[in-house]
Each structure stands twice: as structure tokens, then as C-alpha cells.
């Protein structure tokens, strides 16, 4: 029975992309710390928001701890907002999807100037590999 609605329904994939494949390509990078900080899924930044906003200068005598700091800072945004949305979703406050926000991240710029960026970030919750349950954390305009 063919499926009207979907005219692909019936054809074979030709390529598929896995979520597994982008986190060992490193176009996904894993943010193992979101768990202990209160995440209920596990969550990868985009290789975009891992350069801009979390990695650091390994030369950097403090790299480790800067880095984890600067890790912290994005899903502590992420987190934030998750559960400001909740709360107005508990109230009737919004017409909000429930599976992603939206939130910014003030962090010091990557090049060496010491200025700070403001950058503006999206985390979507969706199906993994086996659809379960993951969060991505973006830069506005990724998708």
C-alpha cells in the first residue's frame, strides 16, 4: 500500500548520515559533563559552537580548566532556558515547541583579543540514532 501523503515512502535510502558518524567525524562533539549538571539526554555541541565558544588554546597553561569553564557556561544557558520553558509550559505561558530553545552565551573570543562575544545559540531535543532522545546544541542558522 502506497503512502499518498509521503511519495518516498516506498523508496530505498540512498545515503544516510548517523549521528554516531558526525560525532566520530567531530562535526558533533560530545559535552559528556551535560549529564552531572542535570541534563536528562546526552547532548553534543556542533563542531561551529565546540571552536567559537568551548575550546581553548592547549598551549594555555590553564587550558584545561578554562576549557571546562567555557563548557559549563554554554550548558549552563542551555539548561537554564530548558527549564525557564518548562515552567512557562507548566503555566500555559507559551506556545513554545517544547523541543527546542533558544538562548545566548557570553564567552571571551577565541583569538587572543580578550573581547567578549555574545553569541546566540538554538538546542534542539530529537531522535538519536536509535530514536532516543538527544539534544544538539547549535549556532543559530545550523540545522
Known sequence: MTDRSNPFADMPTIYAYTRAQALEDGVLVAVPRAQAMGFNVPVVVTEAVWNSLIDWDETDPGFAEIQAMRET?????????????????????????????????E??????????????????IGPGDDAEPVGTIMLIGED
Open 73 to 105: 557556561a554554554v550548558l549552563t544557558a542551555a539548561l537554564h532556558e530548558a527549564k525557564a520553558l518548562i515552567r512557562r509550559q507548566g503555566q500555559g505561558n507559551t506556545d513554545e515547541s517544547g523541543d527546542r530553545i533558544y538562548f545566548a552565551v
Open 107 to 124: 564567552a571571551i573570543a577565541n583569538d587572543g583579543t580578550g573581547r567578549i562575544i555574545e553569541t546566540a545559540l538554538w538546542m534542539l
